[in-house]
Nanobody
Framework: QVQLVESGGGLVQAGGSLRLSCAAS????????MGWFRQAPGKEREFVAT????????YYADSVKGRFTISRDNAKNTVYLQMNSLKPEDTAVYYC?????????????????WGQGTQVTVSS
């Protein structure tokens, strides 16, 4: 199974930007649809964004559409989440997810592998 390691989280003021990275190893990265999810304290893990294995088609949660951009570099085995115009309600632990052979990964149940998570905190 693929192994995932996230990085890039931190503390930022409202309106600021962060770029998360997720490095994959262990299997052929291009076989996996990739996604980002987040979980705030006391809440369930929720879908943020996903990208197809090849071709770059993307899909976003309404709450982040127009502010966040997911991308991938199959040569570097890495998926990114560029987050702009951050809001305090974006505060959460962000998780990278991989789905083997799937077109997209939009629910937690579809994921075959998870990263350990990276904390994003947006201050008002």
């Amino acid at each position: 199974q693929v192994q995932l390691v996230e990085s890039g989280g931190g503390l930022v003021q409202a309106g600021g930007s962060l770029r998360l990275s997720c490095a994959a190893s262990g299997r052929t990265f291009s076989n996996y649809a990739m996604g980002w999810f987040r979980q705030a304290p006391g809440k369930e893990r929720e879908f943020v964004a996903t990208i197809r294995r090849i071709g770059g088609n993307t899909y976003y949660a309404d709450s982040v559409k127009g502010r966040f951009t997911i991308s991938r570099d199959n040569a570097k085995n890495t998926v990114y989440l560029q987050m702009n115009s951050l809001k305090p309600e974006d505060t959460a632990v962000y998780y990278c997810a991989a789905r083997n052979g799937g077109v997209l990964v939009t629910t937690a149940e579809q994921a075959d592998a998870w990263g350990q998570g990276t904390q994003v905190t947006v201050s008002s």
